[in-house]
């Protein structure tokens, strides 16, 4: 198979080649080759060379007008960045591993060598660039079948791969989500063998792996490997701990794992924002802590959403993730998840809207995509209504919107303007008052002006016993 037509398309194939000729041989390698040969895009383009990868960056550099070349002397690496390409160099290397670390002891190597140690058959192969063989694909471990057979398959024992760099049990399963390819059985059960190995992982390295899982097509397929292998309990226990149902007196819950897993895969039908996937993941967090059994009404989970949002900033921090307002965000709507839903009858009141529209801010239309993506019922039937009933509150939202503009608002006076209509220091009783004027606009007492909010402000001071200064508002 040679991919001669494909390379000369890119200019920067020939040059390589030509920089290389005069006294290494250089091969594109990896996940390049495998996405040429799915026919999928690929900005990232690396070179194995037998010699040193950083010397060939920076003659390549040169030719191509490169204005920088990042070079990682630790790792022997190199990097250019050119018109929208990273492409990456590296010196062809053997790597033997020390049992307590993930980080391996290298040494200069040919092509084999290199192609011995990477992570999977359809990311060990090779195209060369020499000028004896330029464009032919050299695939020991028959990559190429793999990919036809849409299977990942160690090009190594799996037992020694994953002990050696337990972070490729991460990426195998995220290679089968992204491309919706199986785990070849041997390969899963080394997995399964070597789970426990995950925990010489940094967590931000496993955070990275688990969130490009989050992000392909249809999530809910790695997750599942994650937990049939035994990782996800090992990385996400609070995820695993959603799983199973009981029974009591014959009422029984639905499997809120598998429920989370269906909300997730409903909201990257629709989205590809990665912390609003977050959202769906952690929306019912909180129901193993919070789950009783009346014998009346069966099991409740009351406080969930509640407790859950206290959850997600010490989730956030054990995955490395960021303590932000990615956070705060995801925070936001696992707390808001159930008050659309509660909003869903025809006697809606204003205030009740006003209220959301001011919690969730610009996040509402997001809060409302996770609430259509959290009915996950097989009653046909009863999720058109559900979805109907949503339709009618957004409306609702669009008019009250449009009439008090209370997303995000803030109320129309300051604090300094209260401190100097009244002659006072910073105080308590200053937020007291900017309190009341907000929930009076909330509750619908007064319309979200400056004019009301000002009369408002005299009327609140004055039951306080606070005199106006004269002179000032």
């Known amino acids: 198979m040679n991919f001669k037509p494909n390379l000369d398309k890119y200019p920067v ?30 900005k990232d383009v690396d070179f194995v060379t037998v010699g040193s990868g950083i010397e060939l960056a920076t003659k390549v550099a040169d030719k191509i007008n490169a204005s920088n070349v990042q070079v990682f002397k630790n790792f022997g690496t190199a990097m250019i960045k050119s018109k929208g390409f990273e492409y990456e160099f590296v010196g062809a290397r053997k790597e033997s591993y020390n049992r307590d670390s993930r980080k391996p002891i290298v040494e200069d190597g040919t092509l084999e060598d290199d192609q011995n140690r990477r992570d999977f058959t359809i990311n060990a192969m090779a195209i060369s660039l020499n000028a ?62 070597n789970a426990e190995r995950i925990k010489i992982v940094s967590k931000e390295r496993i955070s990275d792996e688990l969130n490009k899982i989050i992000l392909s097509k249809r999530p809910s397929y790695g997750f599942k490997l994650l937990f049939h292998c035994g990782l996800l309990k090992l990385i996400f226990p ?33 989205s590809n924002d990665l912390w609003l996937r977050w959202a769906a993941i952690l929306h019912d967090i909180a129901k193993p802590p919070t789950k009783r059994f009346d014998p009346k009404v069966g099991w409740t989970f009351h406080g969930h959403e509640d407790k859950g949002a206290r959850m997600v900033p010490n989730i956030f921090r054990e995955l490395k993730l960021p303590l932000n307002e990615k956070m705060h965000y995801v925070k936001k709507l696992v707390r808001l998840h159930l008050r659309p839903i509660a909003l869903v009858r025809d006697n809606i009141t204003d205030t009740a809207i006003r209220r959301l529209l001011f919690e969730a801010g610009d996040d509402v239309e997001d809060l409302m995509a996770l609430c259509r993506a959290d009915i996950t019922s097989k009653n046909d039937d009863k999720v058109q209504r559900y979805l109907s009933n949503f339709k009618k509150v957004e409306k609702k939202m669009r008019e009250v919107e ?38 009076a606009i909330l509750e619908g007492k007064i319309p979200n002006d400056r004019t009301h909010a000002l009369d408002y402000m005299h009327k609140v001071a004055r039951q306080k016993g606070l005199v106006k200064i004269s002179g000032n508002n």
């Open 402 to 439: 449009e009439k008090d503009q209370v997303r995000n608002f803030q109320p129309p006076v300051s604090g300094e303007e209260i401190m100097a209509a009244f002659n006072l220091n910073p105080s308590r009783i200053i937020g007291e008052i900017k309190e009341e004027i907000k929930e």
């Open 238 to 270: 609070e995820m695993v701990d959603l799983h199973g149902v009981e029974t009591i007196d014959g009422k029984s819950h639905k499997d809120n794992f598998f429920h989370t897993l269906q909300v997730l895969d409903n909201v990257a039908e629709k």
């Open 132 to 193: 004896d063989d330029y464009g032919d694909l050299i695939d020991p471990f028959d990559g190429v079948k793999d990919l036809k057979r849409k299977i990942i398959r160690t090009p190594l024992d799996p037992d020694i791969t994953f002990s050696d760099d337990p972070l490729r049990m991460m990426r195998a399963v995220r290679f089968a989500s992204q491309l919706n390819f199986d785990i070849e059985p041997v390969t899963f059960e080394g997995i399964i063998k």
């Open 13 to 42: 194939f020939n040059i390589v080649s030509e920089v290389s000729e005069s006294h290494q041989q250089t091969f594109v390698v990896g996940g390049y080759v495998r996405d040429l040969i799915l026919k999928r895009p690929s």
